[in-house]
């Protein structure tokens, strides 16, 4: 047989209206992200921005290979579908391209018009929902301070009607995570089966967040999730959820496809609206800008000096680390997220692991 070469693939995750949103969540990590820097909001991408973007997905790839393009926020369809018609049309100029597109919304803008339109262009959706109504509306709501649930849920049954894929993604909060069996319930009652669980960050400056999720109601919390899972799975019902899918694949030996859970970090490339390049969603902080498009390509990009500093200072050395029985599997994790789980003292993904990694290492996919 013939080996084939390994195709070349660049991954990008585009602001397309910067941190501009229509709604006001009480826990928002990017609107603490853009009150931390000098220009908050960089409006919305323009038609020159988009095409100098396109011609350099071309130029790292060279004409060929693969692009997994995500859009996220803010909230990306404030954008406009104009914006993303515009946006995949100019893709369309580069036929050796074959695109992956992402898009990761609220859920409350989503007309019939932009179902078809993701479907055309085979979108996967990531819905903001934050479980069951009364998590959802104290958490998520509108300019008015009114729960946005039923509108989301809505969204939900548009896009599965107009055969969109779409994953849940749950913010994981304090309050949340004291109620593992109710949430694992809701999703079942709902058959959404393709689930992503997000762990509250507290806030760049705080130290004490009432909303983030500590050591404590961590492990608590997933431990609790995943017996319910289990058992659900035991009973037939399938649900994919991302921290024991990344772990699954990596007790086999395989890569994890959810950044940070290999403890080091890889530059990403987060492109805000003005064309401004970061190295990570949880660092678009002026401290961090890799350059812009104007100026640099990809590859320029990714070799700076910004871009391995930043690298650089990814590996943890907290005490739980250094004698850990779990170092190959985790290193530490995200070192943004992993103020969730680990202090000083304690790690709670080491309690989540012994709990869970007996079970799952002997599941089948």
């Excluded at 002026?286 to 990714?302: I, Q, T, V, W, Y």
Aim: neutral net charge.
């Amino acid at each position: 047989m013939e080996n084939r070469k390994q195709e070349k693939t660049i991954s990008v995750l585009i602001k397309p209206a910067s941190s501009l949103c229509n709604l006001r969540c009480r826990y928002c990590f990017y609107t603490d992200i853009s009150e931390n820097r000098a220009a908050p909001s960089r409006g919305i991408m323009t038609q020159e921005t988009t095409a100098l973007l396109c011609e350099r997905i071309n130029e790292a790839l060279e004409g060929a290979g693969i692009a997994n393009i995500s859009f996220q926020g803010g909230e990306p369809t404030a954008a406009g579908l104009s914006f993303f018609n515009h946006f995949t049309e100019t893709m369309k100029a580069y036929p050796g391209i074959r695109v992956n597109y992402s898009l990761q919304t609220n859920g409350t803008l989503i007309t019939e018009e932009w179902a078809d339109f993701f479907h055309e262009y085979n979108f996967l959706i990531g819905i903001s929902l934050d479980g069951y109504q009364k998590n959802t509306d104290y958490f998520r709501q509108d300019t008015d301070n009114k729960g946005v649930y039923w509108q989301i849920l809505n969204t939900a049954d548009l896009l599965k009607k107009k055969n969109v894929e779409f994953n849940i993604l749950t913010v994981v909060t304090r309050q949340l995570a004291e109620h593992p069996k109710a949430l694992y319930q809701f999703y079942r009652d709902h058959k959404f089966r393709y689930v992503q669980l997000i762990p509250c960050l507290p806030s760049l400056q705080s130290k004490d967040d009432p909303y983030a999720l500590t050591p404590e109601t961590y492990a608590s919390f997933y431990n609790g999730f995943f017996d319910a899972w289990v058992a659900g799975v035991r009973k037939g019902f399938s649900m994919s959820v991302n921290l024991f899918d990344n772990l699954y694949e990596m007790l086999r030996g395989r890569m994890p496809y959810q950044c940070g859970m290999i403890g080091r970090c890889t530059t990403q490339f987060v492109i805000e609206a003005d064309g401004d390049v970061y190295p990570c969603d949880f660092y678009c902080l002026d401290e961090h800008l890799l350059g812009n498009l104007k100026e640099n390509s990809f590859r320029e990009l990714a070799e700076n000096e910004q871009a391995r500093s930043f690298l650089k200072g990814s590996a943890c050395t907290k005490k739980p680390c250094l004698q850990c029985r779990y170092r190959t599997l985790c290193n530490g994790g995200c070192r943004r997220q992993n103020v969730c789980w680990l202090n000083q003292d304690y790690c709670a993904y080491q309690s989540v692991l012994d709990h869970i990694l007996p079970m799952l290492s002997s599941m089948h996919h």
